[in-house]
């Protein structure tokens, strides 16, 4: 299942439990991911995975990867916070493939992804 999470209104923020299905993209994620690009005709993005990454259906990842691809140009920072190492690595190393800056994080440093994707270490 995903859950909007409390978030700035700058950034679009989701917790990841149990099973992920194609159908929590379609009516949670995309929807909330669409209306900020509306607003602010950018992207930010948090996605605490607070599951095994073996609990995505292959159709969840297949609406990610759309998802992505949809909004290829409107990407400006996506944090991935999970304890899953190779999902931290893969995510880190996506910003050489994608526009945008993107991020993994353990789930302690969960504030600090959140004040990233927000911005707010800009502000200070």
């Not at 290829?72 to 944090?79: F, H, V, Y």
């Not at 999970?82 to 994080?105: Q, V």
């Amino acid at each position: 299942m995903i859950e909007i999470i409390r978030a700035p209104e700058n950034v679009a923020a989701f917790r990841a439990s149990g099973e992920v299905t194609a159908d929590d993209y379609k009516t949670v994620l995309v929807p909330e991911v669409t209306k900020l690009v509306k607003r602010r005709d950018e992207i930010n993005f948090l996605f605490l995975i607070d599951t095994e990454i073996k609990n995505f259906t292959a159709q969840a990842w297949m609406e990610d990867a759309l998802l992505g691809l949809k909004n290829l140009g409107k990407w400006n920072r996506a944090a991935i916070v999970t304890d899953n190492e190779r999902a931290i690595s893969f995510t880190n190393g996506f910003s050489l493939f994608a526009p945008g800056e993107f991020r993994g994080y353990r789930k302690e440093a969960f504030d600090e992804a959140l004040n990233w994707v927000h911005g707010y270490e800009q502000n200070r």
